[in-house]
T-cell receptor, first 113, second 113 residues
Framework: GAGVSQSPRYKVAKRGQDVALRCDPI?????LFWYQQALGQGPEFLTY????????KSGLPSDRFFAERPEGSVSTLKIQRTQQEDSAVYLC???????????FGSGTRLTVV | DQQVKQNSPSLSVQEGRISILNCDYT??????FLWYKKYPAEGPTFLIS?????DKNEDGRFTVFLNKSAKHLSLHIVPSQPGDSAVYFC????????????FGKGITLSVRP
């Protein structure tokens, strides 16, 4: 597609519920990133894929967070047993060359109640 | 500990004047710097970047200056336009580190007509 597509745009989850956030990157982009942006903060790195390989997951805050990109295109970020502190905007980005920066999606705003 | 700092949360300038947005960093390993612009309910959009081997990069109305010894960079927008009103994020990376970006908290720029 023309841009990075994320779905859903908004998600309200009850505490303890599992959620899955989807990212459809720009076609042909090898690199895919997930970031978490809390209110009033800058985006914070969660994890990075090169094709289907998850090369860096150092930013995932706990083992409740899991990301996959099984065929090297669409990626899913899963959060198990959501907690209130998980409330944030989750941004996905893809890149072919860091010199041109990433292209971010519009994000998924997760609210845990 | 924040490695990328944008100490001013907001800036207001008159249309046609210069906007100067500042950013400081602490990690001397950073060697690539980017500025992103973000409108409400959208993902960040890449604006301009600079490698540590340069001290200036210009693209139209946007110029980024890098002072490595001071670990400081700035974004100049000349002339400022009302459409430039947005949140601006400074970001930095270490080449080879999977292009993971470390972001500042952002600064809200308001350009008054």
């Amino acid at each position: 597609g023309a841009g990075v597509s994320q779905s859903p745009r908004y998600k309200v989850a009850k505490r303890g519920q599992d959620v899955a956030l989807r990212c459809d990157p720009i076609s042909g982009h090898v690199s895919l990133f997930w970031y978490q942006q809390a209110l009033g903060q800058g985006p914070e790195f969660l994890t990075y894929f090169q094709n289907e390989a998850q090369l860096d997951k150092s930013g995932l805050p706990s083992d409740r967070f899991f990301a996959e990109r099984p065929e090297g295109s669409v990626s899913t970020l899963k959060i198990q047993r959501t907690q209130q502190e998980d409330s944030a905007v989750y941004l996905c980005a893809s890149s072919s060359d860091i010199n041109y920066g990433y292209t971010f999606g519009s994000g998924t705003r997760l609210t845990v109640v | 500990d924040q490695q990328v700092k944008q100490n001013s949360p907001s800036l207001s300038v008159q249309e046609g004047r210069i906007s100067i947005l500042n950013c400081d960093y602490t990690n001397s390993m950073f060697d690539y710097f980017l500025w992103y612009k973000k409108y409400p309910a959208e993902g960040p959009t890449f604006l301009i970047s600079i490698s540590s081997i340069k001290d200036k990069n210009e693209d139209g109305r946007f110029t980024v200056f890098l002072n490595k010894s001071a670990k400081h960079l700035s974004l100049h927008i000349v002339p400022s336009q009302p459409g430039d009103s947005a949140v601006y994020f400074c970001a930095a990376s270490v080449t080879g580190a999977n292009s993971k970006l470390t972001f500042g908290k952002g600064i809200t720029l308001s350009v008054r007509p």
